[in-house]
């Protein structure tokens, strides 16, 4: 069946980097979108990156721009994040998901998340 | 930057009809999806495309949406419909940027 399977995760003190994957199995995912979604301790969902199937348009939320840099390897069937200059702000656990088409219509399969934490 | 807009919260009798709102300013261009989180766990999505329900969601889950509120429905919410519910739809700028409202926590009891 379908599966995403986030990794990575972990402490790391502020201003470091961290780097997230994701591994896909179960359906074509070079023909999927892939989106970056974290939730904060006690808070709701909050939208990160997006790349679309054949990696050619990237799109980050404001709060991430310029620090975390979303990435594809379509022939390992794998998703990353790569995190620099990590910030309190950013502690969450970190879900991948698939979207519905190619671009960036919303999520239908989701990972289980990988919990980041920054803290010193 | 562009926001969508839900109730904190909604609270209903078992049997009883629950509507969630969600309003944005591009939703009469971009389509709005809806995910169900129980707490501990990965959203789950129930409605996509406005109103397309996913193999395996109960047909009690339903979706409309209208101008600039689009609205989840549970008819005759059970129990078990006892989570978080947020909306998630895109910018309609150049810029395609997702967002998710607030989330809406819903009691049934």
């Known amino acids: 069946q379908m599966q995403l399977v986030e990794s990575g995760g972990g402490v790391v003190q502020p201003g470091r980097s961290l780097r997230l994957s994701c591994a896909a199995s179960?359906?074509?995912?070079?023909?999927?979108?892939m989106h970056w979604v974290r939730q904060a301790p006690g808070k709701g969902l909050e939208w990160v990156a997006v790349?679309?199937?054949?990696?050619?348009?990237?799109y980050y939320a404001d709060s991430v721009k310029g620090r975390f840099t979303i990435s594809r390897d379509n022939s390992k069937n794998t998703l990353s994040l790569q995190m620099n200059s990590l910030r309190a702000g950013d502690t969450a656990v970190y879900f991948c998901?698939?979207?519905?088409?190619?671009?960036?219509?919303?999520?239908?399969?989701w990972g289980q998340g990988t919990t980041v934490t920054v803290s010193s | 930057s562009y926001e969508l807009t839900q109730p904190p919260s909604v609270s209903v009798s078992p049997g009883q009809t629950a509507r969630i709102t969600c309003s944005g300013d591009a939703l009469p261009k971009k389509h709005a999806y809806w995910y169900q989180q129980k707490s501990g766990q990965a959203p789950v999505l129930v409605i996509y495309e406005d109103s397309k329900r996913p193999s395996g969601i109960p047909e009690r889950f339903s979706g409309s949406s209208s101008g600039t509120m689009a609205t989840l429905t549970i008819s005759g919410a059970q129990v078990e419909d006892e989570a978080d519910y947020y909306c998630?739809?895109?910018?309609?700028?150049?810029?395609?940027?997702?967002?998710f409202g607030g989330g809406t926590k819903l009691t049934v009891l």
């Open positions: 179960g359906f074509t995912f070079s023909s999927y979108g």
């Open positions: 998901a698939r979207d519905t088409s190619t671009y960036n219509y919303g999520m239908d399969v």
């Open positions: 790349i679309w199937y054949d990696g050619s348009y990237k």
């Open positions: 998630y739809s895109t910018d309609s700028g150049g810029n395609p940027r997702g967002v």
